[in-house]
């Protein structure tokens, strides 16, 4: 079902390539190759990577084009690729795009035991395709030749760390070697854990199981079906169901597949049955609309009354538990459903519109408040009246890529809407078009690019004061005259008032892509 790391240096489209660092990784089983050409490490970890979905196997092809001449970037890629569970990189272009491997990316791979593997130097005419092709070829022989992946997938399985030895990574590992779709029931055909293969594949996978009637093979509609009967002390608790379309299923697949199964659940999972509340805010951020509906009825929660949430951010991880504990007691005075649990280092808090109609952001004033006299560093995030749970996930996908952007561009805040991460996605797409994009947008302010203090005046009156002299002058340590003196001369310098709308938002943008780039470059 895989082969080692070092088997594929003598396949012909690598035996010219060099392993410079990371030698000792070579000894690791790959069952998979990917292109990576996205090096924005902030965007990688929840854009192309889910370290749910990795568990040690896949190789990474790329030319890190996009950082090819940022040493600093290129090391936290490679420390970011080895976090989410790669286990080497194949590094094309070098003295084509990439210079030279830099000494502090070969010291790093060496102390990750991360094998980097040198494509011949300095030849543009080198194709990714011929090593995905050779690659996929022997790992498909290789499967061929080896019916029996079950010992092998439970080695690895028992390899990984704790906090990724659970059913969800057990299925998506079985999906992979057996290119079928699989569902775990409760006895009563409750749907317990899904994986899909493709993971886009639409089939309705609760028709699917009404359909099955036995253990046999059989064909519906084209998929090829079975469901196996899985045990625990001695009497059956759950049913392993397998889903394949275009080929059938295997007598030998399905045992294969089901011992696995059988065996993880015996070692692993005598808890499995047991449901939480954090399973069902995973279910929620992950958009697992069938795990979650279930999940809701058990816990008797009503998901879709929920229309508010926050992601709170805890600076410090000890006290991200005692924070939780309080919101939910605080909390649950005030809200008919209410979910308070971590997610990763995010204190997630879904609510309900509340028992008293409660203003939502007054709420979270108060909250922050509390914080603030206990000393709590934090940031809270809201986003209020969310439709569906593909709402909350793509706040939650959005909040998580652009957090570092809206803090750079309101420092002085700890409380954020959607609608500040929405301006802060529009001033971040001008900046990421480029200098003729940022110097148009800067135009306002060319009259005071020599007037430094007039310009830190700005943001702040602006950015962090809301147009209020006496907050900006607290913010400034200066009296609030000297705040509306500025002011004054700003709008005389430019011709114009800062402070009156239409006006006032052409200033707005402008000086907080001003910002964004001052405090950038501080970074």
């Not at 990316?105 to 030849?123: A, R």
Request: hydrophobic share 40%; net charge negative; aromatic share 8%.
């Amino acid at each position: 079902m895989s082969v080692k790391f070092k088997a594929l240096l003598s396949l012909p489209s690598l035996r010219e390539a060099e392993v410079v660092a990371g030698e000792a990784g070579l000894e690791k089983q790959v069952t998979s190759i990917s292109v990576l050409e996205q090096s924005n490490v902030t965007k990688l970890n929840k854009g192309l990577f889910n370290q749910a979905d990795q568990y040690g196997s896949e190789v990474v092809i790329s030319g890190l084009m996009t950082i090819s001449h940022d040493v600093d970037a290129q090391v936290q890629t490679i420390k970011h690729l080895h976090h989410e569970g790669e286990i080497g990189l194949i590094l094309y272009y070098v003295g084509v795009f990439i210079p030279e491997v830099d000494q502090r990316l070969i010291e790093i791979c060496n102390e990750l035991n991360f094998p980097l593997i040198v494509m011949p130097k300095g030849e543009p005419s080198l194709r990714y395709s011929e090593v995905i092709y050779e690659v996929i070829e022997v790992i498909v022989r290789q499967e061929m030749e080896d019916a029996s992946f079950s010992k092998q997938m439970l080695e690895q399985i028992s390899k990984l760390p704790t906090s990724q030895r659970n059913a969800d990574t057990m299925l998506k590992m079985l999906t992979d070697r057996t290119r079928s779709s699989i569902v775990l029931t409760d006895i009563r055909d409750q749907i317990l854990n899904t994986e899909t293969w493709p993971r886009i594949n639409t089939l309705d996978l609760v028709y699917m199981i009404s359909q099955t009637t036995n253990s046999d093979i059989q064909e519906v509609e084209e998929v090829s079906i079975v469901k196996r009967p899985i045990y625990h002390n001695g009497m059956e608790a759950m049913q392993l169901y397998m889903f394949k379309e275009n080929q059938p299923l295997t007598e030998n697949m399905v045992k294969q597949t089901a011992e696995v199964v059988q065996i993880f659940m015996n070692l692993w999972g005598q808890n499995h049955e047991i449901v939480n509340t954090q399973e069902l805010v995973k279910a929620i951020l992950h958009d697992e609309s069938v795990k979650m509906r279930r999940l809701g009825a058990i816990l008797h929660i009503d998901v879709g009354s929920i229309s508010n949430v926050w992601f709170i951010h805890v600076a410090k991880p000890a006290l991200r538990n005692e924070v939780m504990e309080w919101l939910k007691e605080e909390l649950s005075l005030r809200f008919n459903v209410l979910l308070v649990e971590l997610f990763g280092p995010t204190i997630a808090v879904f609510m309900d519109a509340g028992k008293m109609h409660e203003n939502i952001e007054t709420i979270a004033f108060e909250v922050s408040h509390h914080l603030q006299k206990e000393k709590v560093k934090h940031t809270i995030v809201q986003y209020l009246g969310m439709n569906t749970t593909t709402d909350v996930q793509a706040a939650y996908i959005k909040m998580e890529e652009h957090l570092a952007q809206v803090e750079l561009l309101y420092p002085q805040q700890v409380i954020f809407t959607q609608l500040h991460f929405q301006f802060a996605t529009e001033c971040e797409k001008i900046i990421v078009e480029g200098e003729r994009s940022i110097r148009q947008a800067l135009v306002p302010l060319q009259p005071l690019m020599q007037h430094e203090e007039l310009l830190d005046t700005l943001a702040i009156f602006l950015l962090d004061a809301e147009n209020h002299y006496a907050k900006a002058g607290e913010l400034l340590f200066v009296h609030m005259n000297t705040i509306k003196y500025r002011i004054k001369r700003i709008n005389e310098i430019v011709h114009y008032s800062v402070t009156k709308l239409p006006e006032s938002l052409t200033y707005y943008r402008a000086i907080a892509i001003w910002r964004l780039l001052k405090n950038t470059e501080k970074g």
